[in-house]
Protein backbone atom coordinates (compact mmCIF):
# COMPACT_ATOMS: atom_id res chain seq x y z
CA UNK A 1 0.00 0.00 0.00
CA UNK A 2 1.38 3.12 -0.94
CA UNK A 3 2.03 5.85 1.69
CA UNK A 4 0.92 8.53 -0.13
CA UNK A 5 -2.79 8.50 0.40
CA UNK A 6 -5.12 10.99 -0.06
CA UNK A 7 -5.72 11.88 3.34
CA UNK A 8 -2.35 12.56 4.26
CA UNK A 9 -2.26 15.32 1.18
CA UNK A 10 -5.35 17.24 2.34
CA UNK A 11 -3.81 17.24 5.84
CA UNK A 12 -0.48 18.61 4.68
CA UNK A 13 -2.34 21.35 2.51
CA UNK A 14 -4.28 22.38 5.59
CA UNK A 15 -0.84 22.31 7.46
CA UNK A 16 0.85 24.85 5.29
CA UNK A 17 -2.30 27.07 5.04
CA UNK A 18 -2.63 27.79 8.33
CA UNK A 19 1.11 28.58 8.55
CA UNK A 20 0.75 30.70 5.90
CA UNK A 21 -2.15 32.78 7.73
CA UNK A 22 0.25 32.34 11.33
CA UNK A 23 3.08 33.97 9.49
CA UNK A 24 1.17 37.05 7.78
CA UNK A 25 -0.35 37.51 11.57
CA UNK A 26 3.25 37.84 12.58
CA UNK A 27 4.21 40.77 10.17
CA UNK A 28 1.04 42.90 10.67
CA UNK A 29 2.12 44.94 13.86
CA UNK A 30 4.90 46.45 11.56
CA UNK A 31 1.77 48.82 9.60
CA UNK A 32 0.19 49.66 12.84
CA UNK A 33 -2.16 52.94 12.24
CA UNK A 34 -0.80 54.18 15.16
CA UNK A 35 2.98 54.33 13.89
CA UNK A 36 1.02 55.90 10.55
CA UNK A 37 -0.70 58.38 12.60
CA UNK A 38 2.97 59.67 14.15
CA UNK A 39 4.48 59.53 10.99
CA UNK A 40 1.67 61.73 9.29
CA UNK A 41 1.77 64.24 12.62
CA UNK A 42 5.64 65.36 11.92
CA UNK A 43 4.34 67.66 8.91
CA UNK A 44 2.47 70.44 10.38
CA UNK A 45 5.32 70.71 13.14
CA UNK A 46 7.42 71.60 10.26
CA UNK A 47 5.32 73.93 8.85
CA UNK A 48 4.84 75.83 12.20
CA UNK A 49 8.69 75.89 12.74
CA UNK A 50 8.72 77.56 8.42
CA UNK A 51 5.86 80.00 9.27
CA UNK A 52 7.91 81.79 12.30
CA UNK A 53 11.11 82.21 10.59
CA UNK A 54 10.15 85.08 8.27
CA UNK A 55 8.16 87.00 10.95
CA UNK A 56 11.76 87.10 12.59
CA UNK A 57 13.48 89.30 9.44
CA UNK A 58 10.42 91.59 9.61
CA UNK A 59 11.74 94.62 11.18
CA UNK A 60 15.18 94.95 8.91
CA UNK A 61 13.52 96.56 6.06
CA UNK A 62 12.70 99.44 8.33
CA UNK A 63 16.49 99.98 9.45
CA UNK A 64 19.34 101.87 7.33
CA UNK A 65 20.31 105.25 6.08
CA UNK A 66 18.38 107.13 3.16
CA UNK A 67 20.08 109.87 1.56
CA UNK A 68 17.52 112.84 -0.28
CA UNK A 69 17.79 114.54 -3.61
CA UNK A 70 19.79 117.66 -3.48
CA UNK A 71 17.93 120.89 -2.80
CA UNK A 72 19.69 123.88 -4.35
CA UNK A 73 19.60 127.58 -2.89
CA UNK A 74 20.36 130.73 -3.71
CA UNK A 75 23.38 130.18 -1.00
CA UNK A 76 24.26 126.80 -2.18
CA UNK A 77 22.73 123.27 -2.58
CA UNK A 78 21.28 121.31 0.68
CA UNK A 79 21.26 117.59 1.16
CA UNK A 80 20.08 115.85 4.32
CA UNK A 81 20.68 111.63 5.29
CA UNK A 82 18.67 110.43 7.61
CA UNK A 83 19.12 107.22 9.47
CA UNK A 84 16.07 104.89 10.11
CA UNK A 85 15.77 102.11 12.80
CA UNK A 86 12.66 100.63 13.61
CA UNK A 87 10.66 102.52 10.76
CA UNK A 88 11.26 105.90 13.05
CA UNK A 89 14.24 108.21 12.41
CA UNK A 90 16.99 107.99 14.36
CA UNK A 91 19.31 110.77 13.39
CA UNK A 92 19.25 113.38 10.62
CA UNK A 93 22.52 114.83 9.48
CA UNK A 94 23.36 117.59 6.35
CA UNK A 95 25.69 116.28 4.37
CA UNK A 96 26.01 119.61 2.41
CA UNK A 97 24.96 123.12 3.24
CA UNK A 98 25.63 126.17 2.25
CA UNK A 99 29.41 127.56 3.31
CA UNK A 100 31.09 130.60 2.53
CA UNK A 101 31.26 133.96 3.85
CA UNK A 102 28.47 134.53 6.10
CA UNK A 103 26.75 131.52 4.84
CA UNK A 104 29.25 129.42 7.35
CA UNK A 105 27.65 130.90 10.39
CA UNK A 106 24.08 130.35 9.55
CA UNK A 107 24.93 126.58 8.45
CA UNK A 108 26.56 126.34 11.76
CA UNK A 109 23.43 128.07 13.59
CA UNK A 110 20.70 126.10 11.86
CA UNK A 111 21.53 122.84 10.83
CA UNK A 112 22.25 121.26 14.51
CA UNK A 113 18.40 122.66 14.77
CA UNK A 114 17.00 121.50 12.18
CA UNK A 115 18.61 117.74 12.57
CA UNK A 116 17.36 117.84 16.15
CA UNK A 117 13.91 119.25 14.69
CA UNK A 118 13.84 116.17 11.88
CA UNK A 119 14.66 113.82 14.91
CA UNK A 120 11.49 115.11 17.22
CA UNK A 121 8.82 115.76 14.27
CA UNK A 122 9.75 112.51 12.69
CA UNK A 123 8.49 114.37 9.88
CA UNK A 124 9.38 117.32 7.11
CA UNK A 125 6.88 119.20 9.29
CA UNK A 126 9.30 121.10 10.40
CA UNK A 127 9.91 125.29 11.77
CA UNK A 128 12.46 126.72 9.73
CA UNK A 129 14.99 128.86 11.75
CA UNK A 130 15.20 132.29 11.78
CA UNK A 131 17.97 133.96 9.99
CA UNK A 132 18.51 130.61 7.74
CA UNK A 133 15.15 130.96 5.33
CA UNK A 134 16.70 129.65 3.19
CA UNK A 135 18.69 126.55 3.93
CA UNK A 136 16.09 125.34 6.09
CA UNK A 137 13.42 125.43 2.91
CA UNK A 138 16.23 123.53 1.14
CA UNK A 139 16.30 120.88 3.78
CA UNK A 140 13.17 120.26 4.53
CA UNK A 141 12.73 119.60 0.33
CA UNK A 142 15.43 117.32 0.80
CA UNK A 143 14.59 115.62 4.15
CA UNK A 144 10.65 114.98 3.04
CA UNK A 145 12.78 113.26 -0.39
CA UNK A 146 14.21 111.35 2.06
CA UNK A 147 11.59 110.05 3.53
CA UNK A 148 9.43 109.65 0.22
CA UNK A 149 12.57 107.07 -0.68
CA UNK A 150 12.30 105.09 3.01
CA UNK A 151 8.80 104.81 2.45
CA UNK A 152 9.02 103.21 -0.99
CA UNK A 153 12.04 101.09 0.23
CA UNK A 154 9.22 99.78 2.80
CA UNK A 155 11.53 101.29 5.34
CA UNK A 156 9.14 104.66 6.14
CA UNK A 157 6.98 103.94 8.84
CA UNK A 158 8.70 107.41 10.12
CA UNK A 159 7.29 109.06 7.43
CA UNK A 160 3.65 107.89 8.30
CA UNK A 161 2.92 110.59 10.83
CA UNK A 162 3.04 113.42 7.83
CA UNK A 163 0.97 111.68 5.76
CA UNK A 164 -2.94 112.73 6.14
CA UNK A 165 -5.55 109.94 7.70
CA UNK A 166 -7.21 108.19 4.78
CA UNK A 167 -4.73 106.50 2.84
CA UNK A 168 -2.51 107.44 -0.47
CA UNK A 169 -4.62 109.29 -2.42
CA UNK A 170 -5.24 112.15 -0.23
CA UNK A 171 -1.45 112.24 -0.11
CA UNK A 172 -0.73 112.56 -3.53
CA UNK A 173 0.76 115.57 -5.33
CA UNK A 174 -1.45 117.64 -7.13
CA UNK A 175 -0.69 121.24 -8.85
CA UNK A 176 -2.54 124.32 -9.04
CA UNK A 177 -1.96 127.55 -10.57
CA UNK A 178 -3.52 130.69 -8.97
CA UNK A 179 -5.14 133.69 -10.44
CA UNK A 180 -3.38 136.33 -12.54
CA UNK A 181 -2.32 139.39 -10.09
CA UNK A 182 -2.18 142.30 -12.19
CA UNK A 183 0.70 144.75 -11.46
CA UNK A 184 1.79 148.19 -12.28
CA UNK A 185 4.87 146.76 -14.25
CA UNK A 186 2.60 143.39 -16.09
CA UNK A 187 1.10 140.39 -14.71
CA UNK A 188 1.86 137.98 -12.39
CA UNK A 189 0.91 134.43 -11.88
CA UNK A 190 2.18 131.61 -9.39
CA UNK A 191 1.65 127.64 -9.52
CA UNK A 192 2.09 125.37 -6.84
CA UNK A 193 2.70 121.31 -6.06
CA UNK A 194 0.95 120.40 -3.10
CA UNK A 195 1.69 117.04 -1.60
CA UNK A 196 0.26 115.77 1.84
CA UNK A 197 -1.18 119.39 2.42
CA UNK A 198 2.34 121.38 1.84
CA UNK A 199 3.73 123.40 -0.81
CA UNK A 200 6.72 121.38 -2.36
CA UNK A 201 7.12 123.55 -4.83
CA UNK A 202 5.84 127.37 -6.22
CA UNK A 203 6.58 128.76 -9.59
CA UNK A 204 6.02 132.08 -11.23
CA UNK A 205 4.75 130.97 -14.83
CA UNK A 206 3.90 134.67 -15.26
CA UNK A 207 6.13 137.64 -14.07
CA UNK A 208 7.30 141.25 -15.18
CA UNK A 209 9.23 141.30 -18.20
CA UNK A 210 10.78 143.23 -20.72
CA UNK A 211 14.26 146.27 -19.85
CA UNK A 212 14.54 146.35 -15.98
CA UNK A 213 11.21 144.37 -15.46
CA UNK A 214 13.64 141.11 -16.72
CA UNK A 215 16.39 141.76 -14.35
CA UNK A 216 13.79 142.27 -11.16
CA UNK A 217 12.39 139.31 -12.33
CA UNK A 218 15.27 137.01 -12.51
CA UNK A 219 16.39 138.25 -9.18
CA UNK A 220 13.29 138.44 -7.18
CA UNK A 221 11.45 135.46 -8.65
CA UNK A 222 13.47 132.63 -7.01
CA UNK A 223 13.72 134.11 -3.92
CA UNK A 224 10.16 133.93 -3.96
CA UNK A 225 9.70 130.63 -4.90
CA UNK A 226 11.96 129.23 -2.28
CA UNK A 227 10.52 131.74 0.53
CA UNK A 228 6.50 129.85 -0.47
CA UNK A 229 8.42 126.72 0.15
CA UNK A 230 10.06 127.57 3.36
CA UNK A 231 7.00 129.29 4.89
CA UNK A 232 3.92 126.56 3.35
CA UNK A 233 1.99 129.40 3.13
CA UNK A 234 1.40 133.37 1.05
CA UNK A 235 2.94 134.95 4.22
CA UNK A 236 6.47 135.96 2.62
CA UNK A 237 8.66 138.92 2.71
CA UNK A 238 8.55 141.03 -0.48
CA UNK A 239 11.86 140.93 -1.95
CA UNK A 240 13.89 144.17 -1.97
CA UNK A 241 13.99 146.02 -4.76
CA UNK A 242 10.78 144.13 -6.55
CA UNK A 243 7.97 145.35 -4.35
CA UNK A 244 5.55 144.97 -6.83
CA UNK A 245 6.25 141.52 -8.44
CA UNK A 246 6.79 140.66 -5.02
CA UNK A 247 3.20 141.94 -4.06
CA UNK A 248 1.66 140.15 -7.16
CA UNK A 249 3.27 137.08 -6.20
CA UNK A 250 2.21 136.83 -3.06
CA UNK A 251 -1.46 137.45 -4.25
CA UNK A 252 -1.38 134.52 -6.56
CA UNK A 253 -0.21 132.60 -4.48
CA UNK A 254 -2.62 133.10 -1.69
CA UNK A 255 -5.59 132.22 -4.78
CA UNK A 256 -3.91 128.75 -5.54
CA UNK A 257 -3.58 128.03 -1.99
CA UNK A 258 -7.02 128.27 -1.72
CA UNK A 259 -7.54 126.30 -4.74
CA UNK A 260 -5.55 123.94 -3.17
CA UNK A 261 -7.73 124.28 -0.12
CA UNK A 262 -4.66 125.12 2.07
Same mark, same amino acid.
Given at each position: ??????????????????????????? @?????????? !????? !?????? /????? =????????????????????????????? %?????????????????????? &? @??????????? $?????????????????? #????????????????? !????? $??? %???? =?????? $????? %?? #?????? %???????????????????????? /?????????? #????????????????????????????????? @???? &?????? $???
Amino acid at each position: MKKSHPIRRVVLATAATVSGIVLLLSL @KPASDPASAS !AAGGA !APQQSA /AAQES =PQGGASDAQSGSVTGDVVKTQYGPVQVRI %TMSGGKITKAEAVQAPSGGTSD &Q @KTELAVPRLNR $AAVTAQSADIDAVSGATY #TSGGYKQSLQSALDKAR !AAGGG $AAA %TPSS =PPGGGA $AAQAK %TV #TGEVAK %TQYGPVQVRITVSGGKITKSEAVQ /APSGGRSSEV #TNDAVPKLDQEAVAAGSADIDAVSGATYTSGGY @KESL &QSALDK $AGG
